[in-house]
């Protein structure tokens, strides 16, 4: 398995061979507090690079969820729609959102190392 | 404007608070265990929450008041016993809502808790209503904190004894630490608790020692989800000069012996509701499932047409579901009515149901 890449959104995502798995940071858990509700794409539907590809709503908010890459949605997660709590505990694991079949692995150059990301995710939350 | 910051600041700071501009003041919207802890902390245990930003008024008169005061508040003032407390509302001649309040009658005249962002507003209305008569004093040396939730009362006793024999909606002139503190047992949580004004030097050490006591500071973003399940209406969102108190469901706070006289400031719109019914009435929404239906959110009936809107709504962490309440239109206000909430374009079943979301737990006494 590849290493771990980030987007501005604060998404992750790991690649497996040709499937991409995302969520969302734990940075983005705790900005946006306790998780009370999460939509997910439908299977089989196609997503766009930086389009939006899910809802994650707090006691606060609705945030939408964008996918950092293309591709067609092969898996959600539906524990986390069951137990929306679940992605503050956690996120960048089990809590995962959804798994995509990418079109254009070139897409991943784009996206941020950890390093890069924390470094952006502290600047930006400053 | 330069944002304010309540006497609790430090003791916010020091419980990793944090924080939001809120009516001028910079106030906690949560601490380190965030909304939905809090939350259920407040109904399981006790909560404070600062609520100092509010305004608390006192106004010093004797019959006269009462008597200026019945022309602006749908009240029975002249029949409220000393340190009895009435929820009401500021109205316009149109009936529309200035501001929602509780007045408590003390032995020097009324004390009136005011809504933070009208406050100034309030002030200024009453004023010239009252036409400089009464000596009114919109105090700024008094912090205001509640505690709120079922071990409260033991909590607050334990430091100021006598609080526990309170009955819902009175309070009482206490003391700590040799300062005069007014304490009602009342709150915004649909829970049993009180609210204590107290002078703004001595706050944070009756705070922090009720925090030894077991009780814990509660933010701004858990007093929203404990009052949306309790079915109690947040100014600016579920009321405002648009709405009257009968439209807002709240009939039942203006005195029915003052509506027989009418003679108070919106009276004759308030009569003609009361008689000919509303329009738009504030109802209970349930989504089924998980869907959040947030303000601002339309309502539709089944036959697709646009009958209201939501005006509060969020995630109940008690009711563990999705909470909301709005304005429709008065044929579709009947409990259990099915109706459509469009959320990001899609509509999701919703009924109408009764309010509180939460069963309320109000300490009534005997005496």
Redesign the interface.
Known sequence: MSEVKYSKEHEWIKLDGDVAIIGITKHATEML??I??AELPEKGSSVEKDGTAG?V??????SDVYTPVSGEVVDTNQAI?DD??KINQDPEDSAWFFKLKIKDPSEMDTLMNKEDYDKFAKETSA | METKKTSLYQLHQDCNAKFVEFAGYRMP??YSE????E?KFTRNHSGIFDVSHMGQLFIYGGEDLIKDLEKIFPLDLKNLKLNHSKYSFLMDKDAGIHDDLIITKTNEGFLIILNAACKNNDFKILKEFLEDKYKMVLDENRSLIAIQGPKSSEILNDVINGVKDLNFMSGNWFTFENQKIYITRSGYTGEDGFEISIVNNFVDKLTRELINKGSKLIGL??RD?LRLEAGLCLYGHDLDKDKTPVEANLKWAISKERISKGDFIGSDIIIKQLNDGVSKIRVGIKPEG???A?EKTKIFNQSDVHIGEITSG??G?SVNG?VAMGYVENEFSKKNTKVFLEV?GKKHPASICSLPFYKKSYVKGVN
């Open positions: 507090g306790d009370v509700f809802v709503e707090s006691t606060k908010a609705a729609v929306p709590s | 919207i949560q965030g909304i939905v802890e939350h973003g858990a989800t998980r869907i959040i947030r969020t995630f962490p999705p990001r």
